[in-house]
T-cell receptor, first 109, second 114 residues
Protein backbone atom coordinates (compact mmCIF):
# COMPACT_ATOMS: atom_id res chain seq x y z
CA UNK A 1 0.00 0.00 0.00
CA UNK A 2 1.29 3.41 -0.93
CA UNK A 3 1.73 5.89 1.90
CA UNK A 4 -0.48 8.49 0.20
CA UNK A 5 -2.99 7.54 -2.48
CA UNK A 6 -5.10 9.70 -4.74
CA UNK A 7 -7.71 9.16 -7.43
CA UNK A 8 -5.85 8.27 -10.59
CA UNK A 9 -7.78 10.78 -12.72
CA UNK A 10 -7.94 12.54 -15.00
CA UNK A 11 -11.01 14.26 -13.61
CA UNK A 12 -13.03 16.37 -16.01
CA UNK A 13 -15.72 18.81 -14.82
CA UNK A 14 -17.65 21.57 -16.60
CA UNK A 15 -16.99 25.19 -15.76
CA UNK A 16 -18.97 26.27 -12.69
CA UNK A 17 -19.27 22.77 -11.26
CA UNK A 18 -17.80 21.41 -8.03
CA UNK A 19 -14.61 19.39 -8.37
CA UNK A 20 -13.97 16.80 -5.67
CA UNK A 21 -10.47 15.44 -5.13
CA UNK A 22 -9.74 12.65 -2.69
CA UNK A 23 -6.73 11.30 -0.84
CA UNK A 24 -6.10 8.51 1.67
CA UNK A 25 -3.03 7.94 3.79
CA UNK A 26 -1.66 4.91 5.60
CA UNK A 27 0.14 6.31 8.65
CA UNK A 28 -2.27 7.04 11.51
CA UNK A 29 0.39 9.16 13.15
CA UNK A 30 0.32 11.69 10.33
CA UNK A 31 0.03 15.17 11.72
CA UNK A 32 -0.74 17.65 8.99
CA UNK A 33 -2.15 17.58 5.51
CA UNK A 34 -1.66 19.75 2.47
CA UNK A 35 -3.01 20.29 -1.00
CA UNK A 36 -0.69 21.57 -3.68
CA UNK A 37 -1.51 22.61 -7.22
CA UNK A 38 0.97 22.05 -10.03
CA UNK A 39 0.60 23.51 -13.48
CA UNK A 40 2.36 21.75 -16.33
CA UNK A 41 6.07 22.57 -16.31
CA UNK A 42 5.86 24.44 -13.02
CA UNK A 43 6.64 23.62 -9.40
CA UNK A 44 4.00 22.64 -6.83
CA UNK A 45 2.39 25.54 -5.01
CA UNK A 46 0.52 25.28 -1.72
CA UNK A 47 -3.19 26.05 -1.82
CA UNK A 48 -4.55 24.60 1.44
CA UNK A 49 -3.44 22.98 4.67
CA UNK A 50 -5.46 21.34 7.43
CA UNK A 51 -4.45 19.93 10.80
CA UNK A 52 -7.72 19.12 12.58
CA UNK A 53 -10.71 16.97 11.77
CA UNK A 54 -13.48 18.76 9.95
CA UNK A 55 -13.67 21.32 7.20
CA UNK A 56 -11.53 24.31 6.40
CA UNK A 57 -12.67 26.84 3.83
CA UNK A 58 -10.63 29.37 1.89
CA UNK A 59 -12.47 31.14 -0.89
CA UNK A 60 -13.62 28.58 -3.45
CA UNK A 61 -11.57 25.84 -1.80
CA UNK A 62 -12.63 23.57 1.09
CA UNK A 63 -10.36 20.97 2.63
CA UNK A 64 -11.90 18.14 4.63
CA UNK A 65 -10.06 15.86 7.04
CA UNK A 66 -11.26 12.66 8.69
CA UNK A 67 -8.44 11.15 10.73
CA UNK A 68 -10.49 8.12 11.78
CA UNK A 69 -10.96 7.18 8.11
CA UNK A 70 -7.48 8.47 7.14
CA UNK A 71 -9.06 10.53 4.43
CA UNK A 72 -8.48 14.03 3.11
CA UNK A 73 -10.41 15.76 0.37
CA UNK A 74 -10.41 19.02 -1.53
CA UNK A 75 -13.53 20.60 -2.96
CA UNK A 76 -13.29 23.34 -5.56
CA UNK A 77 -16.51 25.27 -6.00
CA UNK A 78 -17.40 27.20 -9.15
CA UNK A 79 -14.55 25.52 -11.03
CA UNK A 80 -12.80 27.68 -13.60
CA UNK A 81 -10.68 26.69 -16.62
CA UNK A 82 -7.73 28.25 -14.77
CA UNK A 83 -8.15 25.54 -12.11
CA UNK A 84 -7.04 22.95 -14.67
CA UNK A 85 -3.87 21.48 -13.16
CA UNK A 86 -2.59 18.49 -11.22
CA UNK A 87 -3.53 18.50 -7.55
CA UNK A 88 -1.15 16.84 -5.14
CA UNK A 89 -2.08 15.65 -1.68
CA UNK A 90 0.78 15.73 0.85
CA UNK A 91 1.02 14.32 4.35
CA UNK A 92 3.47 15.13 7.14
CA UNK A 93 4.76 11.98 8.82
CA UNK A 94 7.13 13.14 11.50
CA UNK A 95 9.43 15.45 9.62
CA UNK A 96 8.86 13.82 6.25
CA UNK A 97 6.48 15.29 3.69
CA UNK A 98 5.09 12.55 1.47
CA UNK A 99 3.13 13.22 -1.71
CA UNK A 100 0.51 11.26 -3.57
CA UNK A 101 0.70 10.68 -7.31
CA UNK A 102 -1.59 13.60 -8.00
CA UNK A 103 -4.94 13.95 -9.73
CA UNK A 104 -5.15 15.80 -13.02
CA UNK A 105 -8.16 18.12 -13.14
CA UNK A 106 -9.55 19.49 -16.38
CA UNK A 107 -12.25 22.17 -16.26
CA UNK A 108 -14.06 22.48 -19.58
CA UNK A 109 -15.50 25.88 -20.61
CA UNK B 1 12.42 36.67 0.44
CA UNK B 2 13.26 35.34 -3.01
CA UNK B 3 11.93 31.91 -2.18
CA UNK B 4 13.76 28.63 -2.68
CA UNK B 5 16.41 29.03 -5.36
CA UNK B 6 17.66 26.11 -7.42
CA UNK B 7 20.37 25.96 -10.03
CA UNK B 8 20.77 25.14 -12.77
CA UNK B 9 17.24 25.23 -14.21
CA UNK B 10 18.18 22.83 -16.97
CA UNK B 11 21.04 20.37 -17.24
CA UNK B 12 21.90 18.10 -20.13
CA UNK B 13 24.77 15.72 -19.56
CA UNK B 14 26.23 12.56 -20.97
CA UNK B 15 25.87 9.22 -19.29
CA UNK B 16 28.69 8.63 -16.82
CA UNK B 17 29.24 12.28 -16.01
CA UNK B 18 28.90 13.80 -12.55
CA UNK B 19 25.94 16.11 -12.01
CA UNK B 20 25.56 18.54 -9.10
CA UNK B 21 22.27 20.26 -8.35
CA UNK B 22 22.17 23.20 -5.98
CA UNK B 23 19.58 24.64 -3.64
CA UNK B 24 19.28 27.71 -1.43
CA UNK B 25 16.37 27.38 1.01
CA UNK B 26 14.24 30.21 2.33
CA UNK B 27 16.08 32.09 5.06
CA UNK B 28 14.98 30.91 8.51
CA UNK B 29 13.68 27.56 7.31
CA UNK B 30 15.40 24.67 9.00
CA UNK B 31 14.00 21.71 7.04
CA UNK B 32 15.06 21.00 3.48
CA UNK B 33 13.74 18.34 1.13
CA UNK B 34 14.99 16.95 -2.18
CA UNK B 35 12.38 15.40 -4.48
CA UNK B 36 12.49 13.76 -7.88
CA UNK B 37 9.48 13.92 -10.19
CA UNK B 38 8.77 11.67 -13.16
CA UNK B 39 5.59 10.79 -15.01
CA UNK B 40 5.81 7.17 -13.91
CA UNK B 41 6.65 7.62 -10.23
CA UNK B 42 5.30 11.05 -9.40
CA UNK B 43 6.97 13.19 -6.73
CA UNK B 44 9.36 11.03 -4.71
CA UNK B 45 11.09 12.19 -1.54
CA UNK B 46 14.80 11.44 -1.86
CA UNK B 47 16.19 12.89 1.37
CA UNK B 48 15.37 15.48 3.96
CA UNK B 49 17.50 17.51 6.33
CA UNK B 50 16.62 19.13 9.62
CA UNK B 51 19.01 21.77 10.98
CA UNK B 52 21.51 20.77 8.28
CA UNK B 53 21.55 17.13 9.42
CA UNK B 54 20.30 14.36 7.09
CA UNK B 55 17.37 12.75 8.89
CA UNK B 56 15.98 10.30 6.36
CA UNK B 57 17.72 9.29 3.13
CA UNK B 58 15.69 6.12 2.56
CA UNK B 59 14.42 7.53 -0.72
CA UNK B 60 17.84 7.91 -2.28
CA UNK B 61 17.76 5.39 -5.12
CA UNK B 62 21.30 4.08 -4.85
CA UNK B 63 24.86 4.92 -3.92
CA UNK B 64 25.29 7.01 -7.02
CA UNK B 65 23.21 9.67 -5.30
CA UNK B 66 24.51 11.78 -2.44
CA UNK B 67 23.32 14.96 -0.75
CA UNK B 68 24.97 17.45 1.55
CA UNK B 69 23.95 20.49 3.51
CA UNK B 70 27.12 22.20 4.72
CA UNK B 71 25.22 25.17 6.17
CA UNK B 72 21.71 26.51 6.65
CA UNK B 73 21.67 28.32 3.33
CA UNK B 74 22.99 25.75 0.88
CA UNK B 75 22.47 22.14 -0.16
CA UNK B 76 23.65 19.98 -3.02
CA UNK B 77 22.43 16.79 -4.63
CA UNK B 78 25.09 14.92 -6.58
CA UNK B 79 24.73 12.05 -9.02
CA UNK B 80 27.92 10.23 -9.95
CA UNK B 81 27.94 8.56 -12.41
CA UNK B 82 24.73 9.70 -14.05
CA UNK B 83 22.55 7.34 -16.09
CA UNK B 84 19.71 7.99 -18.57
CA UNK B 85 17.16 6.70 -16.05
CA UNK B 86 18.10 9.60 -13.75
CA UNK B 87 16.44 11.97 -16.21
CA UNK B 88 13.71 13.78 -14.25
CA UNK B 89 12.82 17.09 -12.65
CA UNK B 90 14.51 17.52 -9.28
CA UNK B 91 12.88 19.82 -6.77
CA UNK B 92 14.19 21.29 -3.57
CA UNK B 93 11.75 22.48 -0.92
CA UNK B 94 12.11 24.05 2.51
CA UNK B 95 9.89 24.53 5.55
CA UNK B 96 10.10 26.17 8.92
CA UNK B 97 10.48 24.53 12.31
CA UNK B 98 7.84 22.60 14.22
CA UNK B 99 7.48 19.67 11.88
CA UNK B 100 3.99 20.70 10.82
CA UNK B 101 4.78 23.54 8.47
CA UNK B 102 4.09 23.61 4.81
CA UNK B 103 6.95 23.29 2.35
CA UNK B 104 7.77 25.78 -0.36
CA UNK B 105 9.30 24.59 -3.59
CA UNK B 106 12.01 25.90 -5.84
CA UNK B 107 11.54 26.08 -9.60
CA UNK B 108 13.20 22.71 -10.11
CA UNK B 109 16.08 21.45 -12.21
CA UNK B 110 15.20 19.51 -15.34
CA UNK B 111 17.93 16.92 -15.80
CA UNK B 112 18.43 15.06 -19.03
CA UNK B 113 21.07 12.35 -19.22
CA UNK B 114 21.84 11.21 -22.77
Amino acid sequence: QKEVEQNSGPLSVPEGAIASLNCTYSDRGSQSFFWYRQYSGKSPELIMFIYSNGDKEDGRFTAQLNKASQYVSLLIRDSQPSDSATYLCAVRQGGKLIFGQGTELSVKP
Amino acid sequence: DAGVIQSPRHEVTEMGQEVTLRCKPISGHNSLFWYRQTMMRGLELLIYFNNNVPIDDSGMPEDRFSAKMPNASFSTLKIQPSEPRDSAVYFCASSDSGGLGEAFFGQGTRLTVV
